[in-house]
């Protein structure tokens, strides 16, 4: 049961591993990109590309009928990755196992829905993969597996979402294989990560410069980060603390180093209207913007 890229690991994994996968379920065909033509998701994709029978329901928790189409299945267990549904109690129930799930983060630290990103922001040194037992709580349930990775200067979103992908796919495994018992979480050191909207994307030039390169790093490539230039919103796609002291949003020389609440902002790759991506010097060849140019 799993819906983005996240989950494609983790199904290609247990098809390799020889597991019998009775069916996969994922959200439905939804519009996307310009022309807003209708598109499976990557997870049926691949499931169909398998050979796997795919049921797409558009919901489940009032569902009756639904709920019993997948007792119906009479699993030993039901793997769970990015799926987008509640499960409701019948569903957790089902399997012999119950429905395990493979969470972006080292529970019981950010549970929610932006585990990943939330990591990155924080200034988190590393974070990893939980397998847990579902239950009726948002991401409570006992844990059978956990392993961490670490958090670079250089870490994005991209390349830890990639990297947790990977390592859920191994993780869901050996869960499967080794029929752990499952532990239950601790009780303290609980946080949350909420979903993520376009408008945090937005840079705070009061913010300290540490802290606006974690978010360039962490809302990477979704859902970007940005600012005002001139009146047009320049998307920032790069940037790193530099050092540099004024006031928070002015240019401090012509190289696109900003200062902020605290240190400065060296952005080093950026997007403008219309334009492709570009790293700083070709972009200041067609927009200059010397010392005193405000960002907002």
């Known amino acids: 049961m799993g819906t983005p890229d996240f989950a494609v690991p983790a199904l290609r994994a247990l098809h390799d591993a020889g597991h019998d996968i009775a069916c996969v379920y994922t959200q439905p065909p939804r519009p996307a990109g310009r022309g807003h033509a209708v ?22 928790r009032r569902d009756k009928a639904a709920q019993e189409a997948f007792a119906a299945l009479d699993l030993d267990a039901a793997v769970v990755a990015a799926y987008g549904l509640i499960l409701p109690d019948a ?46 709580g948002l991401d409570t349930g006992p844990m059978l597996l956990r392993e961490a990775v670490p958090i670079t200067q250089t870490t994005t979103a991209a390349t830890l979402h990639d990297a947790l992908a990977s390592l859920g796919a191994e993780l869901i495994v050996r869960a499967l294989a080794e029929d752990s018992r499952p532990v239950p979480q601790p009780e303290d050191g609980v946080t949350y990560a909420p979903k993520l909207a376009r408008s945090d994307g937005r ?5 300290p410069a540490d802290a606006l390169a974690r978010k360039v790093r962490a809302l990477n490539p979704w859902p970007g980060t940005f600012c005002l230039l001139g009146g047009e919103t320049l998307k920032v796609l790069a940037a790193e603390a530099a050092e540099g002291e004024g006031e928070p949003g002015i240019a401090l020389d012509a190289g696109l180093r ?12 950026v997007q403008a209207p219309g334009r492709a991506a570009m790293d700083a010097a070709a972009f200041l060849r067609g927009h200059p913007a010397p010392a005193g140019t405000r960002f907002r």
């Open 39 to 60: 598109h499976p998701s990557p997870v049926q994709r691949t499931a169909e590309a398998l050979g796997i029978p795919v049921r797409t329901p558009d919901r489940l």
């Open 258 to 269: 900003v200062a902020a609440g605290s240190g400065a902002l060296r952005l080093t790759r």
């Open 91 to 136: 569903m957790l129930s089902a399997p012999r196992r119950g429905c395990l799930n493979i969470h972006a983060s080292l529970l019981p630290r950010w549970r929610g829905a932006a585990p990943i990103q939330a990591a990155i922001l924080a200034g988190d040194s590393e974070s990893g993969v939980t397998i847990m037992q579902m239950d009726a």
């Open 203 to 207: 840079l705070d030039w009061a913010e």
